[in-house]
């Protein structure tokens, strides 16, 4: 007879190979053609709102590994609340406008030698930002992301661009928009001013050179003795470009300066650093004369190293001792902590470099140099005329354009700002930051400090692409033209006609007719700059979440990477509190950077870039999904092929699992064949106490976004407590008792709880996945529901267990560790094969004896899967004995068991059955054959 065929052998469809490449585009389309999102839309309505806002990536290029990242994130996130009971939205958006798109554009007209006016390029820039949404949805898509696909929000819709103007129009009616001539980060390749998100900083080889500023007049007691034609201040400075700007020797009115005399010349410098400047200046002797605070100093005049000029000596309280001499050389028109020094005194915001970065012709020596080439060229200047101290070459981090990565520098040119301080915008976003909820926590501080810190926000860009600065400027007495009724019009255009029309029409068509100047001028002249896109997508609360009758404000969260704390979570900050006083998000998260497996940065240039279709092509978007959930991702995160092949091995692992549950629930009617819970095997109900701690787990770390904690519990829960503990125990039951017995019948409900709820668990990271296993599934629990997505989460609140039995099963786990380590040893020497081959003596300490009552010999061969356990008092006069060092007292020997292999369940047996027929099988087999066929 054979006996495989009386076993209950495991049967399914669902494939032990994923091939995802293949089964993932396949749901997609399932989950398409069914509307799948609109139909989760619809079944959570009147449910709790949570408002998730995703900040708009750029439209610009395929989608790279902090895309993918980002997004993945978002949607773990969303399903997450969904599977709450929330009513959590997922509506995309892109930032569609800035130079970018411009300058790709432009280079393209360049190469055909072609020249078009400004509204041709603003078209051509609106058509490549459309192709790259489109590009970008199809690949965010094909990540498993669910999200309002058809109806994103783009920072060119004309909705959205009469946003912009209406928010910016509040900003201007409240007095909250100057234009002034200050120091700005400007792009000398691109020719416009940069915001401080668009600077990145990276090492740069720059002089380094100590510079002689000749004293003139007016130095005060004590200092007044010495000779001033040979007394000179000692600046330092990285940037000799500047000096032709140099307006100033700034001091610090709190410490000691000293003049120190060496090679026959004496320099002022701060005392704190004389010891290491002249170690420096490779000068031996030298003598102090005399020493006072830097506030005696104040309002000596020195002249200009190389240029018939002053430059004044002034007070600061931005010097430090950090490096350099403790005098700073001063630029009004080239630094933000001089201009506001300079305007203290009264100087002029001095800037003689063009927007090419080019010195303008009436710089003397210089004039038509471009500010870079200069260098060389103003320290042999300095040489020649004896005020060159020192110089050398130093290699440190230096501000560059993130756009075309090259230097750029500061220069003063008029632009629009946004003051900080006027109406008390700094202030009150500080205290907003204080009640925003920042994960990880060190986000505020990093927040907070660029905030406190920031200067006034440029918000004007001289460039094509983006939304006008819709200001009119009365020709006549220059004041803003402040109206309400203007930017109602202006609004209303732009809602009709897009920002193009802005570009093409005169002041005079742009305005309602009769508008006049409070100076009674009719004359206006419009403005031509386009607003920083950093205010446009900082109004996308306004935009999206303010707007949208199915949301509300503010949102609940923001996620970004951490580059935004001085970006988007920035601006939007800033854009919020200006108009409304109010912070637009309840809590903020964001996430690191993707590295390569050595933990650098990915970039072309270094050939380590892994793109996410290479990804998906080669393993699939669930393991793609499960990397993202494996690390720490508030920390920057390594990717590399070596890790990638570790998680599809762990993806293997935990989709064998379901294949286990399924296997073995073919012959399951979840209506009609559960048994209750509380008359549920022990072994049975303990698994599920088991999973009710993971469960448990993982929702808290759903609750807390750390989903790392799920990957590390989800699996090992799949490959220890169930793949080498409970189904390694249970496969024999599973298999060998008669398929309608009440111990089997026991074993398949646990099987099921544990399909139905693992598979809800892990639908928000292993999205397609837990899908397929859905499609799969018994059917009580997908009535009604096509998609595992559309469930909510599990209620384990209902599982209680006894602490007695959770005891007991505590015991006996750690007493199957014992065992197997003994068995272990005992297959080292060859003695067994297989488990089954053996038989355990053991003898039990006291505590363990006590919490099985011994009640459990009969049961413990099925535990430690071997054909016979037992119970002896002492193992003294035997050989080989294993003595456990976790349970004191226990002592493990196995033997080789002897009697005959069951041909049906492969345990040994020493009693033969009664019948001819039957003498290959274990009793237990014959009386299981026999129940099954009565």
Avoid at 865 to 883: A, C, P, R, W
Wanted: charged content about 25%; some cysteine; aromatic content about 12%.
């Amino acid at each position: 007879m054979d006996y495989k065929e009386t076993l209950n052998l495991p049967q399914t469809d669902f494939p032990m190979k994923a091939n995802l490449t293949r089964r993932e585009p396949e749901i997609l389309a399932r989950w398409e053609s069914e509307d799948l999102y609109g139909e989760i839309r619809k079944q959570s309505r009147g449910k709790p709102k949570f408002v998730f806002h995703d900040g708009p990536p750029y439209a610009n290029g395929h989608i790279h590994m902090g895309h993918a990242l980002n997004k993945i994130l978002k949607d773990f996130i969303v399903k997450i609340m969904t599977m709450k009971g929330y009513d959590a939205t997922f509506i995309p958006g892109w930032d569609c406008h800035g130079l970018p798109i411009e300058h790709q554009v432009t280079k393209k007209l360049k190469e055909k030698k072609l020249t078009p006016g400004k509204t041709e390029v603003r078209k051509l820039c609106r058509e490549y930002a459309d192709g790259f949404v489109s590009i970008q949805r199809d690949e965010f898509i094909r990540l498993g992301v669910f999200a309002d696909w058809n109806k994103p929000y783009l920072t060119m819709d004309y909705s959205y661009e009469a946003t912009i103007v209406r928010e910016f129009g509040k900003f201007v009616m409240s007095g909250q928009v100057y234009q002034g001539l200050k120091p700005v980060h400007w792009c000398t390749s691109c020719q416009t001013a940069l915001a401080e998100a668009e600077v990145e900083h990276a090492d740069r080889s720059s002089p380094s050179i100590y510079v002689k500023f000749p004293l003139k007049s007016g130095l005060p007691p004590p200092f007044d003795f010495l000779d001033k034609n040979k007394t000179f201040f000692v600046i330092w400075t990285t940037t000799p470009w500047t000096l032709p700007a140099n307006l100033a020797v700034c001091l610090h009115p709190d410490f000691q300066y000293a003049a120190g005399e060496m090679s026959g010349e004496v320099y002022i410098v701060a005392d704190d650093r004389l010891p290491t400047l002249v170690e420096e200046w490779g000068i031996k002797d030298y003598k102090i004369l005399e020493k006072c605070e830097g506030k005696e100093l104040e309002h000596a005049v020195c002249r200009h190293p190389f240029i018939d000029r002053d430059s004044k000596v002034i007070l600061g309280g931005h010097v430090t001792l950090e490096q350099g001499t403790g005098c700073v050389h001063t630029a009004p028109g080239h630094g933000q902590d001089d201009y506001v020094v300079g305007n203290k005194y009264g100087l002029e915001t001095y800037n003689p470099v063009d927007d090419a970065g080019v010195f303008v012709p009436e710089v003397e020596h210089f004039g038509g140099q471009f500010v870079f080439k200069a260098n060389p060229l103003i320290i042999d200047k300095l040489r020649e005329n004896g005020n060159l101290l020192a110089d050398a070459t130093i290699q440190h981090s230096y501000p560059h354009c993130w756009r075309c990565h090259k230097p750029i520098i500061f220069r003063a040119t008029r632009q629009w700002f946004i003051p900080m301080d006027k109406n008390g915008l700094r202030e009150k976003a500080l205290s907003a930051i204080d009640r925003v909820k920042w994960i990880p926590s060190w986000g505020k501080e990093r927040i907070y400090s660029m905030v406190e810190n920031r200067p006034d926000w440029c918000v004007s860009r001289q460039r094509a692409w983006g939304v006008p600065i819709t200001i009119f400027t009365c020709v006549e007495c220059k004041k803003i033209l402040q109206s309400e009724e203007v930017f109602r019009h202006i609004v209303e255009l732009v809602e009709k006609n897009g920002a193009d029309f802005w570009f093409e029409k005169t002041a005079g068509e742009l305005l309602p007719s009769g508008v006049r100047c409070s100076c009674g001028s009719e004359k206006f002249a419009k403005e031509n700059d386009i607003l920083d896109v950093w205010f446009d997508s900082g109004v996308s609360h306004a935009a999206v979440v303010e707007n949208n009758s199915q949301l509300q404000w503010p949102a609940d969260l923001y996620l970004e990477g951490t580059d935004q704390h001085r970006g988007w979570f920035h601006s939007s900050l800033l854009e919020s509190i200006g108009t409304r006083g109010k912070e637009p998000y309840k809590a903020v998260l964001t996430h690191g950077y993707v590295v390569d497996g050595k933990g650098k940065k990915m970039s072309k240039s270094a050939g380590n870039v892994i793109p996410p279709q290479k990804i998906i092509d080669q393993f699939g978007a669930d393991v793609l999904r499960l990397w993202v959930a494996s690390e720490n991702y508030r920390e920057d995160i390594r990717l590399s092929q070596e890790i990638l092949k570790r998680l599809t091995e762990a993806y293997r692992k935990i989709r064998n699992t379901f294949r286990y549950f399924l296997g073995n629930l073919n012959d399951f009617d979840p209506q009609n064949d559960q048994v209750p819970i509380n008359d549920l095997m022990e072994i049975d109900r303990y698994i599920l106490y088991r999973y009710k701690l993971l469960a448990d787990k993982i929702l808290t770390a759903y609750e807390n976004y750390e989903f790392h904690v799920f990957y590390q519990s989800f699996y090992k829960f799949c490959v220890v407590d169930l793949s080498n503990f409970y189904f390694d125990i249970l496969k024999d039951r599973l298999y060998t008792f008669p398929r309608l017995s009440q111990e089997r019948r026991s074993g398949q409900t646990a099987l099921y709880i544990l399909l139905r709820d693992m598979a809800k668990l892990m639908a928000p990271v292993l999205s397609f996945t837990a899908e397929e296993v859905w499609s799969h599934m018994p059917q009580e629990e997908t009535s009604g529901k096509k998609s595992v997505h559309q469930s909510l989460f599990p209620d384990v609140s209902q599982y209680h267990f006894e602490d007695e039995l959770i005891g007991k099963w505590e015991m006996l786990v750690a007493l199957k560790g014992e065992v197997s380590k003994a068995l272990e040893l005992c297959r080292k020497d060859k003695v067994i094969g297989h488990s089954l081959d053996a038989v355990v003596q053991l003898v039990l300490p006291d505590n363990i004896r006590t919490v099985l009552k011994n009640d459990f010999e009969d049961d413990l061969k099925f535990i430690f899967i071997v054909s016979q356990v037992d119970l002896v008092n002492s193992l003294e006069n035997e050989t080989g004995v294993y003595k456990s060092e976790e349970l004191e007292g226990l002592q493990v020997l196995s033997k080789r068991m002897g009697g005959q292999k069951c041909e049906r369940c492969w345990n040994y047996f020493l009693e033969s059955a009664q019948t001819t027929e039957q003498a290959n099988i274990c009793p237990r087999c014959v009386n299981n054959l026999q129940s099954a066929t009565a």
